[in-house]
């Protein structure tokens, strides 16, 4: 088998940031490969709130879980990825925005690894405190938090964090995930 694209295979979710800032220009390409997701009719039902200044810092803080405040506070460039569901509607009953915004967010982590940062995105928070402390309006829903930085150093993490860092990062055998003509049927490639 030949390996998968070093960026997909070199991706985590990292914890730890350094205190530079982010530049700019990394921080719109991010947005841009954003931007250059897939969704299902070309919709796009996808937006983005940029979190730059310390009180934006401070109303996103409030709104995350206590286990993600015990490393994305730290955080220099914050985000709330958001969706319309009006924009692509449900179908079967499933939600479908999710999805695009999921691609789109996809996107956005793959470009951030590919430039060097630290790229995290969570579902651990409080969507009704992010909605009201910025002003997000009807119909839009948040879809996940991001958050971003140049990388710091393991050693600067909280002994918690360093452990959470240290995890084993594994993923479920292809047997295990992948059928072949009827769900549940083992087969080869
Ligand atoms: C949609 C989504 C939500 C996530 N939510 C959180 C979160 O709230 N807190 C956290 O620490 N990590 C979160 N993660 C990171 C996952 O735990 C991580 O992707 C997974 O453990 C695999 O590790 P890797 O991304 O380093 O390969 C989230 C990832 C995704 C894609």
Known sequence: MAEIHPVLKNRTSGLSFSKEPLAPEKLETMLEAFRWGPSSANKQPWRIIVVRTPEAHKKFDEGLSDNNKKWATEAPVKMIIMGNPEEQPPRFDQDRWLLDVGLALENMLIQGCDLGLTVHAMAGW????????????????????????????????????????????????????????????????
Request: charged share 35%.
């Open 126 to 189: 409080d969507e009704e405190k992010i909605l009201k402390n910025f002003n997000v309006p009807a119909p839009f829903r948040v879809a996940a938090l991001f958050a971003v930085g140049e990388p710091g150093k393991f050693e600067d993490l909280s002994e918690e964090m360093q452990k959470k860092a240290s995890r084993p990062n594994v993923r479920k055998p292809l047997e295990e995930i992948v059928f072949w003509d009827d769900f549940g049927k083992a087969g080869k490639p």
